[in-house]
């Protein structure tokens, strides 16, 4: 049965006589899913399995059941191909390159993978590789496609040419062929050994591969194309080496002084660093990973020659990795947007890792020195043995426990006070909801006070993150002074400390120029994977609408809470209920108020809603428009011009005078290589003058709270200065096929639209949870999902299962956006739109606002709302009743603090002087002048053409390490903080009787 059901699922998976794709593979995946019920152990269903998944576009599921097929049979060369595939796709070389390499390994012959590793290397301007693999491709008995006898042709008559020798002298992308071959193979291979040292390929492949640095003779430099053959002498060596006799590989070479600095400094700009410096950043994280790789290994071989298992007691800790500047985790070996998260599979992501670093953990530079001077052989098995009570607890842990512990007869205890202030604290903290950052640093100065001052830590210092858990990190400095004080100590920090508690934990970790995440120590934000796939006849949901009758409907909680609980909202009759004077916002009003006031104009071109082409009539996502500047008199001309022009052709037409016309935008029947008419948008007109709109303004009082532009329970009217379009109204004039593409509002708020008349506009709107897929999609149609202009095609939408709502906006009609909602808007009429955006004060709101913050500093995009200037504020002006969003606020403030406190430290050991400078009256908030990044509190100013700009501490250590020409500028007082600090507590909500 097991067997049938494999052969029926595979079956659906590669004949299209069977249905349409969406439904084929759907079948298919049930049927290998009811084959694995029956036998999990199958790796071969594992396989086929995937393949589905990847076909489906789900990476993270087709990823695990990859892993799964390694695991549960011998290493195949498919799977690896397959991993390989998956990776390219991901846009991630070197993980792909390595997949590759373990096809060919096993399988020397395997044509699908030497193709593919070829395109690869062609893909990273490395022909000559691509030569190499292209040929090896050719080496099977089986036909050779006529279009890799083309390329090799091709690559072959132009190896010598001039383009092709510019791009071999480039700095390469990818390791060379014969490196890659001497590539360490990945730790999802090497834990699968035992199994492949019986397979008859991969035994010799895992046996002959060696480290990088080894000289490899298997592939000779230059000789391009040149089958791998084996080394009879090397192959009969690695055949009869004993399998339970440890495998003697040369030490690998160590960083060199400069190569460690040139990976401090790639990594405090890797935000922003092109390909290639980022490939130079994944070798030199490699290398130096081998090296610690390789020396606790050594540790772990003496251990086992006393007959402790040390390999079995590292099972689950993960392995070092590099932290940067900005808090980020560099590269992982698992596709890009694989989580670890229970995928359909059922074997969750985090057990795979686990299982692949198990015998592969290694420790930082100034630990294993520690272990060296401190423990013997006797010590290292006995903290190897006590380290399996707690798999979440790493190595390095152990060794700092078992470290303190021996230097307790030298080090003096703190006062009793202390440790009955930490159990209070402790006690505290179990029955309070409670965020907290536990850290591990370099100790400050207080284990040697008595000491002279240490040296200054040198600026280009390497940091090492161990993660233990969500919560927790390991930071190491590599050029700790070597003396006899004790090796770094934790520090925990959390919400229910004071402000100067909270200071005096993090002084003196900071002294190397650390920038933090206001997310704590999580993994940055990413775009998410998309949830279950919804049914085919759910991906057009009625939209959520209400009808108000009367203005007590209007007031309601429950359309508050309602908008709160959707995407999208529709509220119809609003301004009949509340009887608003939306004719203050017609074009009429607007010329008699302000008709020489500025308007942005967009040139556009016309098309139906649901399309959008290019001049050719192509289908694409990208929506082009040119910028324009005009004003409201001379818009409103164009605008009544337009209607009349509409008008006369409709007449016309009536009359049986007038031909379909290229100008109709409703018409989509042979829309391709029709030419478009061209229209303008009116758009971002500013209406926050009070005094030349104040009866526009007036009139939005009106609004039920929760909608208003200015209220207490909008969290952008606690930012303290106007942010334009956001806390302020604007004005959108438009004609009909007036488009305002695809994006989500600035830092996921929510935000409030009401048409003005008297045409109507056509929405389309995505929940925020499938904001991932759509910024796939983007970039697989080349546009940058932040800064492009997109509109999506619904048919690509609906094939990657993305829910989509459509409705039609009237005059009158309200639409309430909630956070973080992907939509675009086309008007079907002439009207005028007024919107702004609005901040729910509840913990989602405040959560998305602050992931996207983070988020889009990784991708250099400035966060109009400056979240941490945001967070005070609301400390000082709101009592919080909601437990999670105080939890939220309270974290963002505290980490705030830590952030100051690493940023005096870093300042000081410079021996800079920091300057008070004060904040102005409703002064916005400061941006650094290079990547935009908000700067809070410490500005580091520098004087350039008599201006003085201001830049974050990253941007000023780029242009000098030292901060020379800098002046350091405080703006609140420390004391002043802590006190807001202290004063946020959480409200407690006394119901009314």
């Not at 991708?859 to 005070?872: A, D, E, F, T």
Request: aromatic fraction near 8%.
């Amino acid at each position: 049965m097991t067997d049938i059901e494999q052969d029926n699922g595979w079956l659906y998976h590669i004949t299209e006589q069977l249905g349409d794709k969406n439904r084929r593979e759907g079948l298919a995946v049930h049927y290998l899913k009811e084959s694995l019920a029956s036998d999990n152990s199958n790796g071969q269903t594992w396989y086929l399995l995937g393949r589905c998944f990847s076909t489906l576009g789900k990476v993270h599921d087709a990823f695990v059941s990859y892993r799964n097929s390694i695991d549960k049979s011998e290493a195949s060369a498919d799977t690896w191909c397959s991993i390989g595939v998956l990776y390219q796709q991901q846009n991630q070389p070197m993980d792909a390159l390595q997949a590759y390499i373990c096809a060919v390994q096993l399988d020397k012959t395997h044509t699908a993978a030497w193709t593919d590793l070829g395109i690869l290397y062609e893909n990273c301007e490395q022909p000559k590789d691509a030569l190499t693999c292209y040929i090896n491709a050719t080496r099977n008995k089986g036909g050779i496609s006529s279009s890799l006898t083309t390329k090799i042709k091709y690559l072959q008559q132009h190896s010598d040419s001039v383009a092709v020798q510019h791009l071999q002298s480039k700095q390469k992308k990818l390791p060379s062929i014969e490196e890659a071959w001497a590539l360490p193979i990945p730790a999802e291979l090497t834990s699968r050994q035992g199994t492949i040292s019986q397979h008859p390929m991969g035994k010799n492949a895992m046996l002959h591969s060696q480290p990088m640095g080894v000289q490899q003779t298997t592939l000779a430099p230059g000789s391009a194309g040149v089958m791998l053959p084996d080394d009879p002498l090397n192959k009969k060596k690695a055949l009869k080496r004993p399998s339970s006799e440890p495998l003697e590989l040369p030490a690998p070479p160590p960083l060199s002084p400069q190569q460690l600095q040139l990976l401090h400094q790639l990594q405090q700009n890797e935000a922003s660093l092109s390909p290639t410096q980022r490939q130079q950043l994944q070798g030199l994280h490699h290398q130096m990973m081998r090296y610690q790789q390789y020396q606790i290994k050594v540790h772990q071989q003496r251990a086992a020659e006393q007959g402790q298992r040390s390999a079995d007691m590292l099972n689950g800790m993960p392995l070092p990795t590099p932290i940067t500047s900005s808090g980020l985790l560099p590269h992982a070996n698992i596709p890009d947007n694989a989580t670890q998260s229970q995928g359909d599979t059922g074997t969750p992501l985090a057990s795979s890792v686990q299982s692949e670093s198990s015998s592969e953990a290694g420790l930082p530079k100034d630990l294993q020195k520690f272990v060296t001077d401190h423990l013997n052989e006797t010590d290292l098995s006995a903290l190897l043995n006590s380290s399996r009570h707690d798999l979440a607890t790493s190595i390095a842990e152990d060794l700092l426990a078992q470290f303190t512990q021996s230097q307790s007869t030298s080090v003096k205890k703190e006062p009793s006070a202390l440790n009955s202030q930490q159990s209070s604290e402790s006690s505290q903290q179990e029955n309070t909801p409670i965020s907290h950052d536990s850290v591990k640093n370099p100790s400050p100065g207080k284990h040697s006070s008595g000491s002279p001052r240490e040296p200054r830590i040198d600026p280009t210092q390497v940091e090492y993150r161990v993660k233990c858990d969500s919560d927790t990190k390991l930071v190491i400095s590599r050029n700790v002074p070597r003396s006899h004080s004790p090796p770094p100590a934790p520090f925990n920090i959390s919400i229910n400390m004071k402000g100067r508690e909270v200071l005096a934990a993090c002084k003196g970790y900071g002294k190397g120029g650390i920038t933090t995440s206001m997310l704590g120590d999580r993994c940055p934000p990413r775009p998410p994977s998309p949830p279950y796939p919804l049914p085919k006849d759910s991906l057009n949901p009625p939209t959520p609408s209400v009808y108000l009758e009367t203005k007590k409907d209007a007031f309601s909680i429950e359309l508050q809470q309602y908008c709160y609980s959707q995407p999208v909202v529709v509220i119809r009759g609003l301004a009949g209920a509340l009887k608003l004077d939306l004719g203050l916002f017609s074009t009429k009003s607007l010329v008699e108020a302000n008709a020489d006031h500025a308007v942005e104009v967009r040139t556009q071109r016309q098309q139906a809603p649901d399309e959008n082409r290019d001049l050719y009539g192509n289908r694409l996502w990208r929506c082009d428009s040119s910028r324009g500047r005009t004003t409201i008199a001379r818009y409103a001309q164009y605008q009544a011009s337009s209607f009349q022009e509409s008008l006369r052709e409709e007449n016309e037409k009536a009359k049986g005078l007038h031909k379909d016309s290229d100008s109709d935008s409703n018409s989509s029947s042979g829309a391709k290589g029709r030419k478009k008419k061209t229209i303008k948008f009116g758009t971002n007109v500013d209406l926050s003058d009070e005094k030349k709109w104040k009866p526009q303004l007036q009139e939005l009082t009106k609004l039920p709270a929760f909608t208003k532009v200015v209220s207490a329970s909008n969290l952008l009217s606690h930012v303290g200065n106007t942010i334009l379009g956001m806390n302020t109204v604007q004005l959108y004039m438009k004609v009909p096929g007036s488009r305002t593409p695809g994006h989500q509002e600035n830092n996921n708020f929510c935000s409030v639209n009401i048409n003005i008349g008297p045409g109507d506009c056509e929405w389309f709107a995505v929940p925020e949870s499938y904001w991932g897929v759509i910024h796939n999609l983007c970039e697989k149609n080349n546009v940058n999902y932040l800064t492009g202009s997109w509109w999506p095609m619904l048919e690509d939408l609906y094939e990657e299962d993305v829910p989509v709502y459509r409705f039609i906006q009237k005059p009158g009609d309200l639409v309430w956006v909630g956070a973080g909602t992907v939509h675009w808007v086309q008007a079907i009429g002439w009207c005028n739109n007024i919107a702004w955006n609005v901040g729910p004060v509840n913990a989602r709101q405040f959560q998305l606002a602050l992931e996207r913050y983070e988020w889009n500093k990784l991708q250099s995009y400035k966060s109009i709302v400056p979240m941490v200037h945001l967070g005070w504020n609301i400390a000082r002006n709101l009592n919080v009743s909601e437990p999670k969003f105080f939890e939220q606020v309270k974290s963002c403030l505290m980490r705030s603090l830590r952030q100051i406190r690493f940023t005096l430290d870093f300042v000081e050991e410079l021996g800079l002087e920091v300057k008070w400078h004060g904040r102005g009256e409703n002064e916005a908030a400061h941006y650094c002048n290079d990547c935009e990044v908000e700067v809070f509190d410490i500005l580091f100013v520098l004087e350039q053409d008599k201006k003085f700009i201001v830049h974050c501490q990253d941007c000023a250590r780029k242009i000098h390490p030292r901060l020379e020409g800098f002046v350091v500028l405080k703006q609140y007082q420390t004391a002043q903080l802590c006190e807001i600090f202290d004063r946020f507590q959480l409200a407690h909500h006394v119901p009314t009787s």
